[in-house]
């Protein structure tokens, strides 16, 4: 994650001109005022995504970089702006959007987005890292890239297609259906629920309420000082390991 917190500083900074012969680049920037809004709907497709957010604050501040490998495609990558009552919203445009880190044609658009820390957000990311510090509730779905989400302040619902998943620092409930890839809780004030992992280890660790793992795929689970009960279901009872479980342990076989 912190070759993440490198490309994005690098990103938001550099615009005017290409850090290498195969890349354009182009600002793409907004601001919402955010008086009154309750939630942010960010709408992302090929790129890195970073939202942070920041007391004092009435306003969501947008800082992007479109970047293309060639300068004809980044007038297809654009960002849109705008409020529905008490709904704001930011949705990347790219047609025929893609990013590989190999190939030679791609289009991306990198954000960074600044939010009042109450603001409650629903993001949907296609592909690349997302990176999410000191906001209100969550609900994210990603397909892929790596997720790093610490210090929300409330419930977060996450639908992660592959990478590794990092949560840490919430105040509120967990959900998570995870299809590849690491996944790590810590530190919730609440319950957590893992609908389904596919594959890959799932360490959780230091939750107040209860644990509930319906489906715990191929990996092996981790589960430490939970305030209730531990329930795992659908796995191998010697692929899990517990301690400090102040509840009861029920874990069910396949």
């Known amino acids: 994650m912190r070759r993440l917190l490198s490309a994005i500083v690098v990103a938001s900074v550099v ?3 290409a850090r290498a012969q195969d890349e354009n680049r182009a600002p793409r920037d907004a601001n919402l005022d955010a008086s009154g809004a309750r939630l942010l709907r960010v709408e992302a497709k090929a790129g890195l995504l970073r939202i942070e957010g920041k007391s004092g604050i009435s306003e969501v501040r947008v800082r992007g970089v479109a970047r293309a490998s ?7 990558i654009q960002l849109r702006t705008g409020r529905n009552d008490d709904e704001l919203y930011v949705v990347v445009d790219i047609p025929s959007w893609s990013w590989t880190g190999i190939g030679t044609a791609y289009k991306a658009l990198d954000l960074v987005i600044e939010v009042p820390q109450t603001l409650a ?16 509730a969550v609900r994210l779905h990603d397909g892929s890239g790596e997720v790093d989400l610490r210090d929300a302040g409330g419930p977060v619902e996450v639908e992660d297609g592959s990478g590794e998943l990092t949560l840490r620092g919430i105040r509120g409930e967990v959900r998570v259906e ?3 890839g690491e996944v790590t809780i810590d530190d919730v004030q609440g319950n957590v629920t893992i609908i389904d992992d596919g594959s890959g280890s799932l360490e959780i660790a230091r939750i107040t309420g ?3 793992v319906n489906d715990a795929g191929s990996g092996s689970v981790r589960v430490s000082d939970v305030g209730g009960d531990l329930d795992v279901r659908d796995t191998s009872r010697r692929r899990v390991r517990y301690d400090g479980i ?3 342990v029920r874990i069910m076989d396949r």
């Not at 060639?70 to 297809?76: A, G, K, T, V």
């Not at 957000?121 to 209100?136: C, P």
């Open 178 to 180: 995870d299809g590849s």
């Open 210 to 212: 209860w644990v509930r």
């Open 246 to 248: 102040r509840g009861e």
């Open 15 to 17: 615009t005017g001109t």
């Open 70 to 76: 060639r300068e004809s495609w980044l007038d297809d």
């Open 121 to 136: 957000l629903e993001i949907n990311d296609g592909s690349g890292d997302v990176e999410i510090r000191g906001v209100g």
